[in-house]
């Protein structure tokens, strides 16, 4: 029970009366402050500057086999690209595609070409079921959700723990429905609960035996390398997946979108070498290559792991201080009065709080009322739809500081407004 | 009839003789020459190599309207990108959707968004029917054969004249079949006839009167700019379409990857307001944004169309000798022998040399076994059949000059001997 669940009558109206004032007056400031999405500061993006210096007119254009990165060719990428995201990857040079500036937009095309041909040991195309299905650890990521909506694929809801989504649940439903497809996750640092995924979630998702022959785990290990405050080990699904006898179960996505620019940054494709293999030759139907020049550039300013990982300590030093903002707001004036509750993010992008149920809608509502953006109430979940109304992503990373002091500010007294709201609707 | 068919017999074997031992001479030089893809030559991305320098660590990253260029957003493109290449493509500001690198990738992805949802009007989506059919111009693109046999929807084949493709043809055809839902097609400097559609083809493309309401038509317009020996007006389709009451009808594509680097480059995609917001809508489930570096890169190297044109100038420098050389060998040694034909293009990549009938598979083949590589026999047709046996696409840019010398004098003896060689067969 929370504080004011607890309060007299009496005081609860005070409490409204005050905190609908200060809910005024942050209205009159008219805010425009945005914690909606997991885009990097300015700041952050200026530790990147100097890859636009690496390759100019008088560079070697040249890749390490001799191929001409200014002209057509190379499919899979270059050689030297492959070389240092396969380590980044954790896997091994032909279990591994370089490709363009998105690893959403793979996804997407993964997906697709499921639909429309299948994958390797597809008895037949996705889409000539009449319904297919895939799994959705919740919360998650919106867009996998959207995209999978878009598709026609039904969604199913699984909940995640600390240690990840409930493998019990996950086990059963693959074990007992063919149409169960595949399955989203995002492994280290999730979006948005900030949790990694333990070594028994891995090694118990490695071991499924799906009903499906060609169920595809969508692995989107998009913060690989994103640590705030310590890094946690992400045991190697393609290694598990292989002892497990299921080396083809697996599609690892990982991009530098949050390392160097997103929208200009190298995204990439790993699974096993069959995998890659069958992908390359769809691959080759609908493309001629990837943008091997923004690849040279890349390795070049990202050098080698050690490089990539100072590199991202640098971007943690500026996005720790923002964490520690939203944690601080929330530890001091919501936590106190048992309102809601949030899980401390090791790394990533995303703080995730819930409210007390049946409140974020409402929450987010209010916010925008007062200028501060954050992301829609439901986005968390397939079709939109938090059955428990509860849970608020918290992007951090974007505003500067002090406007981010300002949302937290704001996103606090809204939060204790529309509880003390509801708990006087009620009587 | 060709000399070689006036011939008497024992002359016939004279000659017979001569030309293999000239074909043994060529093999046992061991070349290693390639004319097969219309790839440009180091020295033509030469031309390019400032583009490198026009964004640096010190350079404004901002678009026109401030968005930072580094970071996510701008589904569409950035401002001054949508305003070069609209002009370029002769649309308007919300006509155009500026891409990653490559066009090929975004008439993939349209066909495939159009199997999987639909275009914008259409019943249901097209994979929803038994069959779906395309209309092919032949000669015509391997790759966009490629991507159509890919997804499985039936080719027609229609024949193209120096006017572009046969209307009479294509307007019945499309009058009469619902299931006909678009046509491919290479208006200007087309790949590989490098003839131009000429304004009656146009305003008969745009007045079609499909059975298919959804009907599209697939306009890459690859080689807009691309002049060899002399520009050639091409009537805006768009317009005629607008004028005919058929906005909707006409997808085009375009892409600097001929004009800066290929791989490397930025692609476009145009068409009328209602489609470019339809397509919007699509593209924001599969992708945030496309590399707007990149975009703001090629702004500044490029300037404004007449810059562009100037650039193109020096390309057309660059290429036009190397199309001299094909046209000077076809000329010298096998049109007077009246050996084949072909067709002298304006610009583009590509210049189709028509064998005697029954004849390329067999020329590309003892080319390649003499070191030479041409593209291969049926590429220019649907699935890869030629039912004449007669189209060769010669692509002269890439090979350094003395090496395109060698490769052409090989090929017109390999021609000779495989014609004089048939002739004897059949004694």
Redesign the interface.
């Known amino acids: 029970m929370n504080t004011y669940e607890k309060m007299p009558l009496e005081q609860l109206r005070d409490e409204y009366t005050k905190l609908k004032n200060e809910y005024e007056a942050i209205k009159s400031k008219k805010l425009s402050l945005n914690m909606s999405?997991g885009?990097?500061s300015?700041e952050q993006?200026d530790l990147?500057?100097?890859i636009?210096?690496v390759?100019?007119?008088k560079?070697n254009y040249k890749a390490e086999n001799g191929a001409?990165?200014?002209?057509?060719?190379e499919l899979t990428g270059i050689v030297e690209a492959k070389k240092l995201f396969s380590e980044y990857m954790g896997v091994g040079l032909d279990e591994i595609i370089v490709l363009?500036?998105?690893s959403?937009?793979f996804m997407?095309?993964c997906l697709?070409r499921a639909?429309?041909?299948g994958v390797l040991g597809s008895e037949k195309p996705w889409?000539k079921y009449p319904k297919i299905k895939f799994i959705c650890p919740v919360p998650g990521y919106d867009?996998h959700f959207?995209?999978t909506e878009?598709?026609?694929v039904e969604m199913i809801n699984v909940p995640t723990y600390e240690t990840g989504p409930d493998m019990d649940m996950i086990e059963k439903l693959v074990a007992e429905d063919e149409t169960i497809k595949g399955m989203w996750c995002v492994p280290k640092f999730s979006n948005p609960l900030g949790i990694t995924f333990s070594d028994e979630t891995i090694k118990r998702m490695a071991n499924l035996k799906p009903k499906a022959t060609d169920f595809r785990i969508f692995y989107d290990n998009a913060y690989a390398s994103h640590i705030i405050y310590k890094d946690v080990e992400l045991l190697n699904i393609l290694d598990e997946c292989k002892k497990a006898g299921n080396p083809n179960m697996v599609y690892m996505f990982g991009s530098t979108s949050k390392i160097t620019?997103?929208?200009?940054g190298v995204a990439f494709f790993a699974a096993s070498k069959e995998n890659i293999a069958f992908t390359e030759k769809?691959l080759s139907?609908?493309?001629?290559?990837?943008?091997?020049?923004?690849m040279l550039r890349h390795v070049r300013f990202l050098k080698d792991m050690d490089t990539l990982k100072e590199h991202m300590q640098k971007h943690a030093e500026i996005v720790r201080p923002r964490f520690d903002m939203v944690i601080k707001y929330l530890e001091e004036e919501l936590c106190p009065l048992g309102l809601g509750s949030y899980v401390k993010p090791d790394g990533g992008y995303f703080l995730t709080y819930l409210t007390p149920p049946g409140h974020a809608k409402k929450i987010i509502a209010l916010c925008k009322e007062a200028g501060v953006v954050m992301t829609d109430a439901g986005a968390t979940h397939p079709y939109g739809k938090d059955p428990d109304d509860c849970y608020i992503r918290i992007a951090p990373t974007f505003p500067a500081i002090e406007e981010l002091e300002n949302a937290m500010k704001a996103f606090c007294v809204v939060t204790k407004f529309a509880v003390v709201e509801s708990l006087l609707n009620k009587q």
């Open positions: 999405r885009k990097p300015s993006l990147s500057m100097p636009l210096d390759l100019d007119s560079s001409d990165c200014r002209n057509y060719g363009g500036n998105a959403l937009n997407y095309d697709v639909m429309l041909l889409s867009r959207s995209i878009f598709l026609g620019f997103p929208g200009a769809q139907m609908q493309t001629i290559g990837h943008d091997k020049i923004n």
